[in-house]
Nanobody, 122 residues
């Protein structure tokens, strides 16, 4: 069984920084894309950033220049460095891993973490 565990959320003042981590554990042969999503109260879950297996990175416009996604392929871990945080960044942040394969012959399936809460006070 594969698990994704997010850490690093918390309460921070506007302008501050946080670093989120998401570690995938279990029987893992390979992982495709890994990314971060967030869901604010009363809103739909939205993509924040993702990084492909080949290292291609994409961000949603609202976080460009403030957030940085990175990945440790050997540790099956993805990070999100969040700087210049704003109250509107307040949300539960979820990690997602696509095409998690357990063998060479397995195409893989998608896993989600349970989320970590980020609260930015004004």
């Amino acid at each position: 069984q594969v698990q994704l565990v997010e850490t690093g959320g918390g309460l921070v003042q506007a302008g501050g920084s946080l670093r989120l981590s998401c570690a995938a554990s279990g029987r893992i042969f390979s992982i495709g894309d890994m990314g971060w999503y967030r869901q604010a109260p009363g809103k739909q879950r939205e993509l924040v950033a993702f990084i492909t297996s080949g290292g291609t990175i994409n961000y949603t416009d609202s976080v460009k220049g403030r957030f940085t996604i990175s990945r440790d392929y050997a540790k099956n871990t993805v990070y999100l460095q969040m700087n210049s945080l704003k109250p509107e960044d307040t949300a539960v942040y979820y990690c997602k891993a696509d095409r998690v394969a357990t063998t060479l012959f397995d195409y893989g399936i998608t896993y989600w973490g349970k989320g970590t809460l980020v609260t930015v006070s004004s």
